[in-house]
């Protein structure tokens, strides 16, 4: 199988069980730690991780045990969210759009446009 198909094995349980996560496209999955909340992160193609703030640590089926042994837990973890700057940003650019609309109000646009010339200056690599 190849690197990406085994990320792909990872993605699909966190998918299926409606836990947060986040891919970077590569060798990093984030998602909450099932014990404590904290994020954690699982090498993609190993499935490991560790978590640095209760110290628990397994893999993809270590994971799945947790739940087959604790399955009232799933519902708090489905309720933890990974921080995703991409999914931050589209509710901050629905809701001005919204308010711009409800309030008939064009400031809310400016504003929004300020914010992306403001993303669009930090994500400027220094030359
Ligand atoms: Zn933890």
Request: charged share 30%; glycine share 4%; proline share 3%.
């Amino acid at each position: 199988m190849s690197k990406l198909g085994k990320a792909y094995v990872a993605l699909s349980f966190f998918k299926k069980l409606k836990i947060d996560y986040k891919f970077d496209g590569g060798l990093f999955i984030e998602f909450p730690c099932f014990h404590c909340g904290n994020k954690l992160t699982m090498e993609a193609v190993t499935t490991l991780w560790v978590c640095s703030e209760c110290a628990n640590k397994g893999n993809i089926i270590t994971l799945h045990q947790f739940l087959e042994n604790q399955p009232g837990k799933q519902k708090n973890i489905q309720k933890q969210k990974i921080y995703n700057p991409r999914r931050e940003f589209t509710e901050i650019t629905n809701k001005l759009r919204r308010s711009a609309t409800k309030y008939e109000d064009e400031s809310f646009l400016t504003l929004l446009k300020k914010i992306e010339t403001l993303i669009e200056f930090h994500e400027k690599k220094p030359s």
